[in-house]
């Protein structure tokens, strides 16, 4: 199975700030790379895929990057909506995994 | 505006079975895949199982092959997911979710239900 890791579990931010989250994978995923938000009590939405491409209606202040195995997500400036849990997930190949979560917190 | 509500959940004991149902609306139904993703108190997402739109090819997590079957009438704009031989750590949200527009690789999800919720104990 392909195992994916984020980086950081955990980060403080405060709004107005740029944060990236990082997302790697064991092994070589192409562009196979999509980004989901989660906020509490809720199902998870999707962000972006395919690595970059932004979903509609998501703001373009979203913005994913990568390819084989290194992926980010970066927030250019947060807004107090986008305190969340976010997950990577890879759909190169079943079974399709997740990585762990970075929960992004307010400062 | 489409629509995903998941019913079924519960409370089984261990070595029990359950039946989730998800009926969607709001899509073409039998143009897209499905699956099912859970997630467990306090933890992260875990994709469980997907289906094909003709429901012709099924794939699983290694953790629930052979004890869950995932399934879909696509008269009734509905799949299930049957769970047998439950175990506690099975417990979780069960997430209904419609696989997103693609032309290859596999699921990602665009559209998710409020989740039903399993729960295995004694």
């Known amino acids: 199975d392909i195992q994916m890791t984020q980086s950081p579990s955990s980060l403080s931010a405060s709004v107005g700030d740029r944060v990236t989250i990082t997302c790697r994978a064991s092994q070589s995923i192409s562009k196979f790379l999509n980004w989901y938000q989660q906020r509490p009590g809720k199902a998870p939405k999707l962000l972006t895929t395919s690595a970059s491409t932004l979903q509609n209606g998501v703001p373009s202040r979203f913005s994913g990057r990568g390819s084989g195995t290194d992926f980010t997500l970066t927030i250019s400036s947060l807004q107090p909506e986008d305190f969340a849990t976010y997950y990577c997930?890879?759909?190169?190949?079943?079974?399709?995994?997740f990585g762990q979560g970075t929960r992004l917190e307010i400062k | 505006e489409v629509q995903l509500l998941e019913s079924g959940g519960g409370l089984v004991q261990p070595g029990g079975s359950l039946r989730l149902s998800c009926v969607a609306s709001g899509f073409s139904f039998g143009s897209y895949d499905m699956g099912w993703v859970r997630q467990a108190p306090g933890k992260g997402l875990e994709w469980v199982s997907g289906?094909?739109?003709?429901?012709?090819?099924?794939y699983y997590t290694d953790s629930v092959k052979g004890r869950f079957t995932i399934s879909r009438d696509n008269s009734k704009n509905t799949i299930y997911l049957q769970m047998n031989s439950l175990r506690v750590e099975d417990t979780a949200v069960y997430y209904c979710?419609?696989?997103?527009?693609?032309?290859?690789?596999?699921?990602?999800?665009?559209?998710w239900g409020r989740g039903t919720l399993v729960t295995v104990s004694s």
């Open positions: 979710a419609k696989d997103a527009p693609r032309s290859d690789g596999y699921f990602y999800f665009d559209y």
């Open positions: 289906i094909s739109n003709t429901g012709i090819h099924t």
């Open positions: 997930q890879q759909s190169y190949t079943t079974p399709i995994t």
